[in-house]
């Protein structure tokens, strides 16, 4: 994974968060159009002011805290509630409907993720909104190939060592990962619940760790891990720029964000067929097989309220990140986005 540097002209600066823009969207049978559209403040998180600016500052604070859960208004305290039961509901189904729902291609989206990465030996990977662990799992799966790989090629380099020699060099590796570590951290109990079973069912012990935390909130000290990854998570996020300003803060410097999440279309046929199938098919496999409509329902709300790839690739700025990009993958039905903390010389 390359490290970039600053040249000295330049040097990141955390600016305020780029005001967060909402819609609502009317679906006419035919396609959805954005029925109304807005943007409100960053939300002001200081304690109540007093006076005329208070009284602005007031209104303005009581405008910032409502918020959208799918595509219903909320207040900003009632979306964490709310977003929590919705995983605590589906956690025990969350794999096969994600099977179903993508026809299996989340799968490829998320190796897609990995390969993107290119994890080195020794990478401490921070995975927030990490659920069931499918990041996870496939990091550990990467590195280890990645350092069985390695060994063979210094064994086939060494060929006149004797049988014990080889035997001794296996022994001695204590650490097939080279180094690497996952630490998985998600709001949600019941989801870690679910990823802590199918580690234990799929033998994933060394160079893993769960933790309940909250991506806007990390509980970890700053400039400690080599790459962030959150994977259809942030959507969820009640305010998206603090989340991102803490992935700034934990990543060292040089370190890598990546997000993979759902956004625009941009081809007007899939778009309008991916309406069809997200709002006609989604909430009834959810129903039929989780037993649960209206989680269903929000996400496929939630995606069409998520930034889209400009937006959030701004948003992404907003937060520190420099060298930001983004990668659509299936006509945009998800991108990746990446960006660096970068150090100065
Ligand atoms: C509450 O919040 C959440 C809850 C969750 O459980 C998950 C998430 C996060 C979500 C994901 C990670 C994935 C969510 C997926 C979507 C939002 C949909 C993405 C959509 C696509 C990739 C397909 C795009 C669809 C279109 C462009 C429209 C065209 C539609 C089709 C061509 C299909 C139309 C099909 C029908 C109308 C028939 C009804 C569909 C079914 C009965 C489902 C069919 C399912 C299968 C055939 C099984 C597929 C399973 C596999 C292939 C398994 C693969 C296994 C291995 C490879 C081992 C979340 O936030
Ligand atoms: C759709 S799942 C994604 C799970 C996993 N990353 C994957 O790709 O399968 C979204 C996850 O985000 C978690 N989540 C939602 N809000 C969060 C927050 N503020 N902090 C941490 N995790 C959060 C949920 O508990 C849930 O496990």
């Known amino acids: 994974m390359l490290r970039y540097v600053l040249s000295d002209s330049g040097h990141p600066t955390v600016k305020m968060a780029a005001p967060r823009s909402w819609a609502l969207w009317s679906f006419c049978g035919c396609g959805w159009s954005r029925a109304v559209s807005g943007c409100r403040l960053p939300g002001l998180r200081s304690s109540s002011p007093r006076g005329p600016l208070g009284a602005r500052l007031l209104s303005q604070e009581k405008e910032a805290t409502e918020t959208h859960f799918g595509f219903e208004t909320v ?27 993508s026809l299996g291609i989340h799968r490829v989206w998320k190796d897609l993720l990995l390969w993107k990465m290119r994890p080195f030996p020794g990478t401490q990977l921070l995975d927030v909104a ?18 069985q790989r390695k060994q063979k090629r210094q064994l086939r380099a060494q060929q006149n060592l004797s049988w014990e020699e080889i035997a001794r060099k296996y022994q001695n590796e204590e650490d097939s990962l080279g180094g690497s570590h996952v630490m998985v951290c998600d709001i949600n109990k019941e989801m870690l619940k679910i990823g802590k079973q199918k580690a234990r069912a799929q033998g994933y012990k060394a160079g893993l760790a769960w933790i309940l935390g909250d991506a806007e909130e990390l509980p970890f000290d700053d400039n400690k891990f080599d790459v962030y990854t959150i994977a259809f998570g942030i959507r969820n996020v009640t305010h998206i720029d603090q989340a991102l300003q803490e992935a700034h803060r934990v990543l060292k410097p040089g370190g890598r964000f990546l997000c993979l999440e759902f956004s625009q279309v941009n081809n007007p046929l899939l778009s309008r067929l991916y309406d069809v199938y997200s709002f006609q098919v989604i909430p009834v496999l959810g129903e039929v097989i989780a037993g649960d409509w209206k989680s269903y329902q929000y996400l496929v709300e939630s995606i069409r309220q998520f930034p889209s790839q400009e937006e959030f690739k701004e948003m992404i700025e907003d937060a520190g990140f420099q060298k930001v990009t983004y990668e659509n993958l299936t006509s945009g039905i998800v991108a990746i986005h990446s960006g660096f903390k970068l150090y100065l010389r």
Request: proline letters at 0%; charged letters at 25%.
């Open 130 to 147: 990490g659920g069931t662990g499918d990041i996870a799992f496939r990091f550990l799966n990467y590195v280890q190939a990645q350092h």
């Open 75 to 101: 207040s900003e305290e009632e979306k964490g509630g709310k977003v929590y039961q919705v995983f605590e509901s589906v956690a025990k189904k969350y794999d096969v409907m994600n099977d179903m729902m």
